[in-house]
């Protein structure tokens, strides 16, 4: 039923899936989605990351205690929110909800794979000085996000997540990797998930869109709107 979705509507549904089952993903299947995430675009085709995948359970158990103690200081320090309506309100306690999950879970995720920034000198510099050519995470969250991608076109729920940046440092140290030499530009989970994919709550396009001048919500072409 999956293989018979098109691409646009893999797209739609593929959305942050938090609870998986305890059936393991076949490595080859991994090694699947990191084929759809190398052929990401990224600055000057430059390549810039490096993957971690844990599949076993030691480093899975230490990076999923490092994550649950960065979420814990995360979701303490988030303000009071406010909502618009109801339907905001439900939303926000699902994300919540799900998120918390999460930390208190990720080392049983069957795999987490790790998506690894170098700290390298990026953008360029001429007499008048340096040249924003936009940040070197820009070439690696496509990858991040075709990995995503593929993996939804197999039935895999991921997330990309991003909070245990908030101990990296020890993150990464317990993982063997130097924090002299790379950050974590993301950390996404991969398992068969429980719940079903569908296509998650997003303002309409129109709210953010713009056309031929800032501030015209007008589709060419579009008569009488
Ligand atoms: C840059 C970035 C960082 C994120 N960090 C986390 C995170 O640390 N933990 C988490 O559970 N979800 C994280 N998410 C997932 C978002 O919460 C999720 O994409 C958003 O709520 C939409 O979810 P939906 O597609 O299921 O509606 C992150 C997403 C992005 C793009």
């Excluded at 799900?98 to 208190?104: E, N, V």
Aim: aromatic residues 8%; contains cysteine.
């Amino acid at each position: 039923m999956e293989e018979s979705l098109g691409p646009i509507e893999m797209i739609m549904t593929t959305r942050a899936m938090r609870r998986f089952t305890d059936e393991p993903v076949a490595p080859e299947l991994i090694r699947r989605c990191l084929a759809a995430a190398q052929q990401a675009p990224s600055g000057g085709n430059v390549q810039p990351q490096q993957y971690l995948v844990l599949t076993e359970p030691a480093p899975k158990e230490a990076i999923g205690n490092l994550y649950r103690r960065a979420f814990d200081r995360y979701e303490a320090s988030l303000p009071e929110r406010t909502f618009r309506n109801d339907d905001q309100r439900q939303s926000w306690e699902r994300t919540s909800r799900a998120s918390r999950h999460l930390a208190d879970h990720l080392a049983e995720a069957p795999a987490i794979v790790l998506f690894l920034q170098p700290l390298i000198p990026w953008g360029g510099r001429d007499a008048d000085g340096s040249l924003d050519i936009g940040r070197l995470d820009a070439s690696v969250y496509p990858a991040v996000q075709n990995f995503c991608l593929a993996a939804r076109s197999l039935g895999l729920g991921t997330a990309l997540t991003t909070v245990i940046r908030v101990l990296g440092t020890e993150a990464l140290e317990a993982v063997g990797v130097s924090p002299a030499e790379y950050e974590i530009a993301a950390l996404v989970p991969v398992g068969w998930p429980t719940g079903h994919f569908g296509v998650a709550p997003r303002k309409p396009p129109e709210k953010a869109t713009h056309w031929d001048r800032w501030g015209n919500r007008d589709v060419p072409g579009a008569s009488g709107q």
